[in-house]
Every structure is written in structure tokens, then in C-alpha cells.
């Protein structure tokens, strides 16, 4: 299970972040009150994902400098560290709508 | 490499063996393969070869029947203000078109090539559940093949393949036609599912040893993740076809503005499935693709890596596309803006794919047989369709194009190029591997440019037609409108599409030769395992792989596997088997007893049909006998699992050892509940999203909830069905003379508390006054518990049968595997109760 967390990490963190935005977003228009706070909220949680897919990224890239025998947990690095950066490029991409004037 | 399992890889250096293998194991290995003898054998075959033949021939049965459905709509839409068809009959044909190649051909079609290629492509005999598959291919089958006749009855569906409420309520669709949908789409959301566990179960868990996910082929990767999209996404149709059903039959106000229902959720549950179906589609058919065309080129994929993580990354954005269906409804702008940018980031995997291809195609040496023609002109097509499919993810462009025939332009060209023309390549790709001849280059060349200029004449003006203002859906439309020419146009390119097709159908006539003791060969030069030299066996013997293109890289491959050199050379136990290895690094872990064909689960699929379809002719009493023999059939078939036989472990070659029987979380049976109980937790989720989305519509028709004082005997309850089912395998594996009746007698208590459960919160919410047809509380609040209620049916049926089986001597410590999986059913159905009797307990509170 882990290998396949750590292979899929960066879209998973790509699916939870929409997610959640999708949720914030649904409160905000339940709610009805001051849509700034929960683009703020989202945006604090944007950054957060952001940081988590530069953790994994940076974790399976020393890893993959290690030179690892195991051919397998080799191509699970590299395709971590590329569902990363598409996840990452996925959080950004998203985070942007909340940029936009209110 | 380090091991997954605690298998030693050195022993993989063993093979290939150099001794002689005795004699006559390949005539028994013939003989335990053997294909059906007598007439009523073709029917209960079980084995891949037949089933995935059949399967496919039916898929494509129903494309040709869409097809012609399409042609019709396409004779009355070739001039203005004709009669051809009249609007009634136009209404059922274009539904039925939709319907027909959306449920029973797309999805059917791409897990037929699964099933019928996934065996051979990864090495091993069969796929995990024969049976199952056999029992999703029947039920698919009579199925459909009823729902298709609805159409002579005047009786079919005529609300859109999308169904959209309030067109289909009651008030504007009082027939049984939608029901016709609702509840024939039923019995294919089973056979859909159920193919999908096969296929992920087999993937992950019947490879070849060596096969590591690093050399797992393209299309094994696609079909992985097309059938976990499957387990994620149909459980959302599931559940709306459910409540759909259930607001027409008994007036539980769901999607009824009067009542607190919001039509809006079937968009968003109907559309969370319909968009992520269309990469449902497309995944299976890019890795076709991905793999026929380094076969093309005579070269490797170019950046595999890269593919398989763009495959991964549609799977993942694909679920996150699905209001992009849904810009002219009045979601809020930032709502829509969100899935805008998903809608347009999708497009970047997709793009990383077929520059994959165009890669490969100019770094190899492109022959342009029939599939790599196939393969150009689909990569063509849908490259256009890509392109308008970024143009209608821009919100401004959207709200012109919605509805009109751009977007059917739109969707035809994803669809065709996307699906279409790469399981055309395949066919004519693999036939020589199923059948004793390859289908003709020459008409295949014909059909090719008739179909792919057929496409864009029919498909290219309607593009034009949509931005001119042409609705869709319409059965006819005035003169002098600038509509009359593309339409004639259009018309003229489907029959163009139409010939194609029928000459395919003469050219498959005349040369495909399935079921035969030969096949014409790698015709293609293909490099992966399912072009060695095979019988009804699958592989003679299943090979070491050390490459991802292994016919190609290990040169003598051929020879030493036909030579059976390689692991289970023939049937250590005298009956049908297949390895099981690891998921990660595809390490040996046990041997699969096979099962024998039988009539079980045939009759269980045409049991299952009926119960469904008859329900749709309100011959209720009918309808459960049906339903009722078709868990009759079931039971029957789970009767005989778990039987002990043989020895505990054999010699699968090379002096390899492998146990002949596993239990828990090694096993393939394990892996299939626990896929199941996704699906149901997914059907659940949704159903919990419902609740949620239909108070924040109305709030204020919300009531209370029953005095909080009920819910500790319901959760009390529920927590010792749970206790008691895991308790109870507890004891089964403490292996004491007592243990099998005490853990039977624990389940079985196990399942009558979760009854209990389940009585104590219905009768709590009945005596609080709620009603389910009163509101749109009432309406979620019963459907939870309706959805618990059937699981609890479902656990109350499984109690007695673990009883049955243990006072019949089935139940042991050996052979715990049955068991196991009933526990974790119980404990499923337990912990989902809790949640869900949380959340209609504690949210909103109080009342709003």
C-alpha cells in the first residue's frame, strides 16, 4: 500500500485539493456570508498541498540519487515524482480561480 | 530486486529448465482445457478464449443496432419538415442510439478486449473469476438484447441517454419507457462492475513472475485503472438511476423543486459517472493504442513512463470534470471556474499520449497496414475532438455552443476517434490471435478510408450546423435556415460510415475463424506474451519475464514456453489452475484451483436480467421469483467454494513449490470483497452527498431527527454485528474441535444483530413522523436506510447459508477463505450502517 501512496501521492494530493475546493466553495454559497474567507481558507489549504507534493517530490528525488538497485521501486520514484509535478502544476492551475476578483 | 513476498528471485534462474517434461502432459493439459463438446457446453463455457469472443461479438452486435438506429435519425434529418420517422419514434430512436453505444457497446466492448486478451497478454490461464465473467457476459447479453426490443413495443426510453429530471418524472414521461432505462441499465451496471473486479483482480494478481509493474504491458496498465474507474464512478449512475426509479414508482420527492428535491443532483450524480465514462472508453482503447502501435513502427514505445502516468493522472482529473456539463445550469461562478480549469488541465495528459505516439510512429518505420491505419486516422480524429473539447471548457464558448449540434460534432469526434477507430485497429490487430485467419488488408484498407471519410463528412458539418443554431435532439427542423446542406452532407457521410461497417461485418464472415486448434500467427509483429504460440491453456508454460517487450528481447522465448521450460508446464493436479503471483513484483504466491463450467451462474445472469426488466413491466410477483431464483443460482454457485481438495502444495516446475490453497489478504477472493465493498462504500458516499445537497437546497423543510435517547441501541447493535463478525473468524482460526460451529454460530448472531439494527432505526424515524414521500428529508433519510436495509437482506442470507455450510462439514480452519470474506461483508455493512445513521441523526441537528 505504501508503494502505491507514495507512486500516486502527487494526484492524490491533486484529487483531495479540488475536493476541497469544490467543498469551500459549496459552503461559501450554503453560507452566504463573506466569500474573501473561504477563498482565503482554500488558499492557505492550496499552499499546504503545494508544500506536500515539493515534500514528496523532493523526498523520491533523493531517493532516485541513491541509485536504487530495485527496478520496480525505481520506476514507482519516477512516476512519483512526475504525478508530482502534474499534480502540482493540477494545484496551481486550480488555485488561480481563487484569485480572481470576489 | 528486493522481494515482495518473501519469494527468492534467484529461483526465477532456474528456468528455463533443460530436463525433458514427461509424457503426455501436454494431452492432459489439452484435455483439462478442453472446449465445450456437446451443444449446451457452448453456452456454459467458462473459458476466456469463448467468453471474451462472445463477449465482443455482442458488443459489436449492438454497435451495428446503434448504428443502425443512427442512420435513421440521420434519413429524417436529411431534408426539412420530413416524415420518415415521426417525433415519438425519432424521441426513442435517438435515446436508444445514445443509450445503446454508451452502456452496450462502449463499455461492454473495451472489457470484452480485456477479458479476452488480458490472459494471454499477462500469462496466465484464465482470468481469476471465470465464472463471473461468463455470469456479466450473460446477464449483458439477454439483458440487453430485451432492452434493445423495447424499441419494437413503442416502449423504449425517450428522455435523452442522460435522462435528465423533470423531463423523466412522472409528470412528463408517465409511461414505463424510462423506467425502461432506469431499470435496464441496472442489470449492465452489474456486468460492468463485475467485470471490472475481474479485470483488476487479474491484473494485479495473475501475472507472469517478473512481470513487475515497470513491465506490465500499456494495455494491462489501461484496463487496471479503466476497471478502478469503473469501482469509482458507476456506483454514482447506481445510486441515480435508484432514486430516479424510486421517485417514479413510490413518489419519494428527490428531484421534485415542490417537495425540497432539486433536479441539479442528477446532473451531479448522473454526470460525476457520464464524464469519467468517457475516459471509461477511451483509456482501454489509448492502450490499444500504446500497444499496437510500436508493433506498427517495429519499434519501443517512446516514454512509457510518461504514458502510464498520463493514463494515471485522466484517471485521477477525469473525476473532476463533471459540472463542465453543467455551465448553463446556475452554479455558482467560482464552481464553474474550477471545473473549467480541470476541464482544460485534462487535456494535458491526453496531449502527453498522443505525442507518445506520434513519437514512436517517427522513430520507427510506420507500415500502413489496416490497424496502423486505423490508429492514424483514430489519433487524427480525436486529436480534432480534443481540440473542441478545449474550446467548450471556455465557459463564454460553452454557453453558445450547449446543446447545440457543435456539441454532438464534439462528442462524435472524442468518441469515434477515441474509441472507435483504436478497437477497430485492435480487432484487426488481434483477430490472428483468436482467429485461424487475419481479416483481409484489402477490404480492410476500404473500410478504413470509408469510415474515416465517412466520419468527417458526416461529422465535420455539424460542427458548422451547431454554430448556425441547431439544436440538438430535434426531429426535424424549417427550410431556409442554412441547415438543409450540411444536414444532407451529414447524412450522406453516415451512410458512407454505414457501408464501412457492413463491409466489416461481410469481411468478418468470411475470414474470422475463432475456437479453432490453430491461430494465424504474429501477423503483425507483435512483442508481447499473447503472440507466442498458445491453445485453450492460454500459454503451454508461463515464462520468467525480464522485458517489457519480451518477444521481441528474449529471443528463444517461443521455443522454451512451447516447450513447456517454464512455470506449471501442464496441470500438477489434474484440473484447471493458474498461478497467482504478487501484485507489486509479480512474485509466485499460490496455485488457483479453476473452476469447472456449469449452468449456475448462466441461469444466475438470465434470473438477474428478469428481475429487473420484468420489474419495469410492474409484473411485480414475476419479477421476484426471478430475483429470487437468481439468488438461488448465486448461492448454488458459491456452494461449491472452498471445497478441500489435493495436496497442500505441488511442484509447479523447476522444483518450484507453491501452496495450493490461501486465505486472507493474499488471496484473489479477498481482493474481490473488498473491491465489492468499494463499490458499495462509493454508492453509499454519493448517497450521503445527496443528503447534504438536498438540505442546503431547502432547509427549511427540514424536521428533526428521532429523540437522540433511540440511538445508542441502533449504534449497540451495529457495533456487535461488527464485533461478532470479526470475533467470529477469530475463532474459526483458534482451530479447537468447536471453533467452525462457534465462529458459525458468532456470524450468524453477528448478522442478526445488524437486523436488528436496522429494525430499531426504521422504526425510528417512522414513529418520528417522517415520511418518505413528504419531503426531501423523508425521501434521503429512507433511502440510507433502504440502501442499509439491503445490505442487512443480504447479511441475513449469508448468516444461515455460513450456518448451512458449517453443519454440511464446509466450514474449517483450512479452508477459511469463504468465511473470511462473509465476515468482512458483515463488518462492511455494520460500519456503513453507523455512518451513515450518524450523519441523518446528527445533521443538520437538531432541525434548521
Known sequence: ?102 | MSSETGFDPELYKRFPTTEARPEGELEQLDEVWCGPRRPWEWITAINNNYIGVYYVGAAMLFFVLAGVLALLMRTQLALPMTGFLAQETYNQIFTMHGTVMMFLFAVPAVEALGVLLLPQMLGARDLPFPRLSAYAFWAYLVGGLCFFASLFFGLAPNGGWFMYPPLTSTTYSPGINADFWLLGIGFIEISAIAGAIEIIVGVLKTRAPGMTLDKLPIFAWAMLIFACMIIIAFPSIILSTLLLELERALGWPFFDAAKGGDPMLWQHLFWFFGHPEVYIIFLPAAGAMSTLIPAVAQTKLVGYRLVVLAMLATGFISFGVWAHHMFTTGMPQISINYFSAASMAVSVPAGVQVFAWIATLAAGKMRFNTPGLFAVGGLVIFVMGGLTGVMVAMVPFDWQAHDSYFIVAHLHYVLIGGMVFPLFAAIYYWTPMSSSRPLSERWGKWIFWLMFVGHNVTFMPMHLTGLMGMPRRVYTYLPERGWDLPNMISTVGSFMFGLAVLLWVVDMVRNFRPFGNKDAGNVFGGPGLEWLPSGRYSLRSVPVIKSLYPVWDQPDLARDVEAGRYFLPGAPRGERETMITSPINAEPQYLQRMPQPSSWYVWGAIFTAGFFLILTIQAYLVSVISGVLAVYCILKWCWGLDRPSGPATVDVGGGVRLPTYVSGPSSHGWWAMVITLIVSGMVAIMACFSYVFLWSRRPDLWQAPPEIGSLPLTLGLLAAAGVGAWASQGALKLDRPRSAGIAAVLMLAATLAAGGAFAAEASAWWNSGLRPDASSQGATVYALLAWQGTFVGISLLMGPFVLLRWLCGLVSSRYPATFEVVALFVAFTAVQGAATTLLIRLFPGVGA
Open chain 1, 1 to 102: 500500500m505504501r508503494f502505491w501512496l507514495l507512486m500516486l501521492g502527487g494526484l492524490l494530493i491533486w484529487a483531495a485539493h479540488f475536493m476541497a475546493l469544490y467543498l469551500l466553495s459549496s459552503a461559501s454559497d450554503v453560507a452566504r456570508d463573506d466569500a474573501g474567507a473561504w477563498n482565503g481558507a482554500g488558499l492557505v489549504f492550496s499552499l499546504i498541498c503545494l508544500i506536500a507534493i515539493a515534500g514528496l517530490c523532493w523526498r523520491c528525488i533523493v531517493w532516485l540519487r541513491m541509485k536504487p538497485t530495485d527496478e520496480t521501486r525505481a520506476f514507482g520514484l519516477r512516476l512519483a515524482v512526475a504525478g508530482g509535478l502534474l499534480g502540482g502544476i493540477g494545484v496551481v492551475f486550480q488555485t488561480l480561480v481563487l484569485l480572481a476578483p470576489v
